[in-house]
């Protein structure tokens, strides 16, 4: 279908039966045929997306849709930002891909430009580590978290989501059925739960939620019967 993003401007426009159109229809079988069932989201979302501009997305059959649920790297920006766009079809000219040892101009630039909005005396003299995907990043701050403080108890919130690559990270991750079959332990590992007043499992003044929070901490770390170091 060829169709001009600017088209995309006004939404919704529904042309066919909803969820999951003809098309739609046709390459989700697809994916279920050649693709493994690890897949969450196509139970829930059944459309399959052809194009997207700012908060709006086009499925394959010409439906449009206000974007309530976009992908991380288009959150803060929207689908296909100009400045972004321009900046990848800059580079595309210059370099797709290189061995990540290598330094680039861009790839200086970036730590530059990152170091210099940190705060306090990490500003401009912390040190910057590429990794693949979030939960390599989280994998490794625990980690370095766990070489320095001589400790192994993780301490999470209970709903929390690091990731499900790794050790550390998948056990870190609230939702059993990631962990499931990862083969982790969860000796070392405690959850609390999040010092949201709505959703916290005891009633208690709104005040009193996040100490309540920070005494469950204290008692986690410092009780020895609960995995905690004893100090």
Request: one cysteine or more.
């Amino acid at each position: 279908m060829v169709e001009s993003i600017s088209m995309m401007e006004a939404p919704p426009r529904i042309v066919t039966e909803v969820p999951g159109g003809p098309r739609s229809r046709e390459m989700l079988e697809k994916q279920d045929k050649y693709e493994t069932a690890s897949r969450t989201y196509t139970r829930f979302f059944r459309m399959a997306v052809d194009r997207a501009s700012g908060s709006t997305v086009m499925d394959v059959d010409g439906n449009i849709f206000i974007d309530w649920f976009a992908g991380i790297c288009v959150l803060n920006l929207g689908h296909n930002h100009p400045v972004v766009r321009a900046a990848i079809e800059r580079q595309l000219d210059r370099l797709v891909h290189i061995n990540e040892v290598p330094p680039t101009e861009a790839r200086v630039r970036f730590m530059e430009t990152l170091l210099s909005t940190l705060p306090g005396s990490l500003r401009n003299r912390a040190k910057v580590m590429f990794t693949v995907t979030g939960a390599d990043a989280c994998e490794a701050a625990v980690s370095l978290a766990r070489h320095v403080s001589k400790g192994r108890t993780i301490v999470a919130f209970g709903g929390a989501y690091h990731g499900v690559a790794g050790g550390h990270i998948v056990g870190a991750t609230a939702n059993w059925h990631y962990r499931e079959y990862a083969g982790l332990s969860a000796q070392d590992i405690y959850h609390l739960p999040y010092p949201y007043t709505y959703r916290f499992p005891v009633r208690m003044a709104e005040e009193d939620v996040s100490k309540a929070v920070v005494d469950m901490l204290r008692y986690l770390i410092r009780d020895r019967t609960q995995g905690g170091q004893g100090r």
